[in-house]
């Protein structure tokens, strides 16, 4: 009798039930970042014994994300409730050994697939509900890609609003943020199925996108309200001194990652 | 003391309750039409009593269309979870008094102001689910506009899938299809509260978009599935002879409509 | 050609398109109600013009139901995606041509038949996401139907939470509440396809549940939390006083009403 | 600085951001079980390597749940959308060192703190929407607890029907049925980082329920269909020879497990 087979689980006699395929997955997508910084000493209070606050070290970048995602193949694109999806999420920077990285304390997606690859990838993610405003081209419903274009995002999980976001644009940019472009560091755990035992998986990864492919940036001012809810943390990286926005459109590959320890 | 205020139901004190705020109203969107011939009187039999087949009486146009909209003031873009949604809807065309309109007789959207609104406007809507492959500028997540570019898109209601589309761009085209190009003919019903009377509102009414705005149309070839599932009569309209697909931008604006009898 | 069929939109060649079957419809649901007295004078600006305030005036009912429904033949119990929905709803009192109605002034369900039952019998129901706690006969995972039997319940919507309220109970009760016990006082409104006209349809209408079959009824202490948001005005007709709350099951039939005006 | 806290990702300052509170976790809910024997054979190719098929190896039973549950403390009974989930799972027997185990191949919940706590105890978890009838006791909007009372259970993902189930009661039962009677036994697994390497974490544990309290069962006939969907394999466990069906309410805790291997 051959094994199961399968990426991740259920893993299956033909390994088609697997939640996800396996990598590469392939990202297209609309991507809102408004960048601040946090109370003096806020960001610190989520780094992991090891890893050290980076420069600027109270910086933080809330990230909405309206994705197309596939893996090889690509036949989640003809079905797209299989390859659409959208994520708020909450990135600082840090230090390990020397080198700063970026690092995802918070995320909320609405889609299991992607709830899987997050999980697999150090993303600690949770479900939530993401909306954000979509720029257009023709007619009177939505924001012009243009200096007065105004776009809203919005989070939300069980039924409380955990975010309400905004950015007015006031032009272009060279640069979508400082905050988020850098390789990430991640931890990846599982407790032991004994709760009085270590964890059974304790790890530190690194990982960074390939082929990236950026469309133009689109800059502005920006709002960030963090709402204190029961069973999160969110609101303790409340804005202390807002930076700016950005808005623009990404394509990206993930082809795996490297543990560090 | 004042009556109550509100365009729609609930009507409340200051108006602010009701579940759609008056017209005008605002649509920018992705539209993805299908056009297929349906079996020979196929289409007929879905017209009210006193509206003819039109010329080429068995034109069908599916339609899937992702919809940012607003109403005046435009607050709800800001907080796109009262903006954005979906929809999937069956077009034929009819004669009525000599005129040709187009007719919507099957439509799923999946937010309940959209609902209303179309109950106001004669578009007999139930919630679906709608899901619809979008085009991307960057990154291998999606198809772009060009020849050989894929888009799917799916309907489900009450967890079973009720349509699967797909189009394959050939190129551009001058028309985005001739089934939903006309005046709207809509029947607006409401039975009456005691069921063994007549309805209490059965009226025929007109409605055409105002200060329309296109984008450039892609053609290609579609196909259409409809599948049988309860509560509906969906499957009686399949395709019998395809014509050809679209995916153009649209930006319209809808002020009200004409009462006919 | 034989005319379309169907009780409501969309009406079809063989009427099984109906977002709805025709009455009669079958309930059988949990209950929670919660009895409070609003700021003086707050509920009579919830009336229309020609409908008085009853004795007790300012007396409100918030409840929220979990309901198993079905029409004639019952094949829904089956798929019970389509029999099952919750709902939170307000109800006040109210006095026409001499006689003490109960009105629902605000309601929110979370299926599409459901909304389309409530605009037919004039509930001004909007889609929601209701929870309610379960009573429970093995386990740790809930109250049960006795003193210190602790309920919550919750209402949002738009990604909001709209309505908190609890139900600590002390003990058995012989009533079920005062305030949604009457026959019932309804506004049936459909705006002209021309918004610069009078309502199409504007209509007064009772109705009853027939027979009504109740489960032994459980009082207790009641608290109701009710939120501001935008697009709603639920939040002024918050408690001054609270009453009581109580927890019952109910079977009731639903098969049409009355015009009154 | 102190370490980040909490039982699952997200760990965070004060540990409250966790997917999941530590264990134990209670339980009470409805529970609907269909066994039967699917294609001989069938069952084997579902156990990984090392675990061998138990007597009567065919067997399987889906399982249909309705609970409520919560962790040490309680707080989510009172916020029930934090505490309700429903599910659907796929149950087969084996053996492994010469014991009889449950093994749970596939399974279904619609909350994500659920899919977090299958994910730590190895249940392999997606995301589906599962409906199941309750029985009533009072109106006609659902069946008895008696002979002659019918029930229906739905599960779908990404807008597809997986599988439609009923039960017709004939009478009461001394058992519940045999297929989940057993101590589990999960693969836990997690791939590396780097998907050219092994598993990060594989392991074999074992879990039982504690504090079982169980209502009375009720037992019928039952029909189990099983539907070909992209992504999934549950149709090859179809029924090859259905043995019975079984409705009880169950409560229980969980409070950690064994890791074997």
New interface residues.
Partial sequence: ?P??SG????????G??S?IP??PW????DVLTLEYRAAPGAV??????GVEPADDPDAVAVVFAD????SDG??E????????YKECFVVVRCRYHGETFSRC???WVD??FA?ARG????Y????G?I????P????????RLEAGG?????L?A????LA?V?LTLTGSSVTGGFVNALPMLH??????????QPD??S?L?T?SSQ?V???PVYTGDATVELFDV?????S?LRPYEMIAGYWR?????F?????LA
């Fill in positions: 009798m094994d199961l990426f991740f689980a259920p893993r299956s006699p033909k088609r039930a939640i396996a990598p392939y990202y297209s997508g610190a209070a989520w780094l992991p014994t994705w197309q995602s596939s690509g036949g694109l003809l079905d797209p409730v299989r390859s659409q304390v918070l995320i889609k299991d709830l999980w697999f990838q150090g600690p993610k949770k479900l509900s909306w954000m405003t979509r257009v081209t023709v007619g009177r419903a939505g924001p105004r776009f809203g995002a919005t939300a069980n039924d409380r609003r309400e905004s931890s990846r755990w599982m407790p032991s199925i004994d709760p009085s059974a998986l790890e990864v990982m082929d492919e950026l469309g029961p069973g999160d943390e969110l303790a459109q990404v394509g990206a590959t082809a795996g990652g490297t543990k």
